[in-house]
């Protein structure tokens, strides 16, 4: 794992203008998964979750509601929280952008950026989409429509404040080279950097005509474009410049973004800090997206999947093993209850949940053994597992333990263990608890509900990376119910 023993990985903040859905949850899942699996290898982890409270989109939404901006802010914070306490999210920290802590880093950071020559005062003229709070040039729109979302821009035409970004194309081409494994995953490496090398703009960082946002520094004409505000969040929620969290943390490890904003943390926030003269972040890790049932979500279709719904017919680790198990690493997902059903019954069910309720079964009835010979042992690829890992490839990791889970099935079954008597069955049983306490581990990043349960059941305590071995074993087993139900999906 990391060698400095310190691992902090962030999730982008949310905008507060719409309660959480799927792709909300999702990033926030997998920052999850991959927090807890640091901590499971020892590692002292950081992880910051929080909201993105300013900006027109969120200022429109607020209205719209008929309330102010911070009330309605504060409203929908609730949300995200008791959403992320439903999907068992254990994040260290939550940043909101309009607390003063942060409105005060955001002021001190351009201040910086600023005295080192990087800001200047212009006029801005171009387009804006207020869903994707972005600006946008003639030749960038589609159609006369944002290349990102499709929805209409706005013109713009008003003083601004502007960043050099042009002055780092260089030193950001170099450092790309230099930290091959900082665009991630690979397969995405290759669109940021075509734009990269194609010449950087110098971008608009201050608004004049949007005011719910940070007041820039020592302008009372200007406000903080909400971009620069929200990236900012990365140190301003462990404390930069003085805090010990910096200090501890600081550079982050993983960015986790989705694919459509990997320019503003790629590009954008790299050039911001080498223009603060701070250290880069070592990853950014950008993964695609949802859609349901075949088709993109959008408010105008009215079919965003709400992750409260969901968790009012299955259980929180029956999605998170769906979203994990459903989008492949650099490649987008699709999310049907269809699907979600299969899932749970024929792996969920099928697989695990009957592997541990035999074993269990075998183990109460025949008593659980200590030691013996660990033929199993060589069937589990720990370092395959802890590769993908490594490379933030949930998916692959999962898939490596669901094989090890299918060959611990398929041992019960070649063995027949229920039919084995003396020797034979103690050391069946010995490699057969052994095999569903390493599982156990190995899927409480994942589902952490369900690895309690089947620790409860062994009569075990929750184990680390370092105890994924054989010869482990001193439970006193107390078989439970099984660890998921079948649904029953209706036919049609
Ligand atoms: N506020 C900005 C991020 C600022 S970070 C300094 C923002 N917020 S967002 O609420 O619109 O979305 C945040 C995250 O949700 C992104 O990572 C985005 O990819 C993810 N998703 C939103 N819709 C999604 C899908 N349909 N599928 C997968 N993830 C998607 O952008």
């Known amino acids: 794992m990391n060698q400095l023993g310190k691992f902090y990985i962030t999730t982008p903040i949310y905008y507060v203008n719409d309660k959480p859905h799927i792709g909300h949850a999702y990033t926030t899942i ?25 900006g027109e989109k969120v ?40 607390s003063p802590e942060h409105v005060r880093t955001v002021q001190e950071f351009i201040r910086r950026i600023k005295a080192n020559g990087d800001v200047y005062k212009g006029q801005y ?32 035409r008003e003083e601004s404040y502007f960043f050099r970004l042009s002055a780092y194309q260089d030193k950001l081409l170099e450092f790309y080279k230099a930290n ?31 005011k719910w946002a940070v007041p820039f520094p020592d302008d009372a004409n200007h406000w903080v474009y909400v971009w620069v505000d929200a990236l900012i969040n990365y140190i301003s929620a462990i404390g930069w410049p003085e805090g010990e969290g910096y200090k501890t943390y600081w550079p982050a490890d993983v960015h986790l973004v989705g694919k459509e904003i990997n320019w503003f943390h790629s590009v954008i926030w790299p050039a911001l800090l080498l223009s603060a003269k701070l250290p880069l972040p070592k990853k950014v890790f950008a993964h695609g997206w949802w859609t349901a049932d075949g088709q993109k979500m959008s408010k105008s279709k009215g079919n965003f999947v709400d992750p ?21 690493l650099g490649s987008d997902g699709d999310f049907s209850e269809k699907s979600l059903v299969a899932r749970i019954n024929g792996e969920l069910v099928a697989d695990l949940g009957n592997l541990v309720y035999r074993v269990l079964t075998l183990a109460e009835r025949f008593g659980s053994q200590p030691s013996g010979n660990p033929e199993l042992e060589s069937k589990l690829n720990i370092t395959a597992i802890k590769e993908r890992m490594a490379e933030l490839d949930t998916f692959g990791a999962l898939n490596a333990i669901w094989d090890f889970i299918r060959e611990t099935n398929r041992y019960v079954n070649e063995k027949k263990v229920w039919a084995l008597q003396g020797g034979e069955l103690s050391n069946a049983l010995y490699n057969l608890l052994e095999s569903c306490r390493i599982i156990s581990i190995l899927l409480s990043p994942f589902l952490p509900e369900t690895s309690a349960r089947i620790n409860e059941q062994l009569g075990v305590a929750a184990g680390t990376i370092a105890d994924c071995r054989f010869g482990v074993f001193n439970g006193r087993v107390k078989k439970g119910d099984y660890l998921f139900k079948k649904v029953e999906q209706k036919q049609g």
């Open 30 to 54: 997998l920052a999850d998964i991959m927090a807890r699996w640091h901590r499971l290898g020892g590692d002292s982890v950081f992880f910051l979750t929080g909201t993105d409270e300013h």
């Open 125 to 156: 003229e171009g387009w804006y989409c207020v869903s994707d709070e972005s600006f946008w040039t003639d030749l960038q729109l589609k159609d006369g429509k944002c290349p990102e979302c499709g929805r209409e821009v706005k013109k713009v």
């Open 59 to 98: 200022e429109a939404a607020a209205a719209k509601a008929g309330q102010t901006p911070q009330r309605f802010v504060d409203s929908i914070v609730g949300t995200y929280v008791e959403a992320w306490k439903k999907l068992g999210i254990s994040y260290d920290g939550f940043v909101r952008t309009t």
């Open 180 to 210: 091959p494994s900082f665009l991630s995953p690979a397969s995405r490496s290759s669109e940021i950097l075509n734009r990269v090398r194609e010449g950087l703009k110098d971008v608009s960082i201050s608004r004049t005509t949007v």
């Open 308 to 328: 409260f719904t969901i968790l009012g017919k299955y259980s929180v680790d029956a999605f998170r093993y769906f979203l994990v198990r459903e989008m492949p």
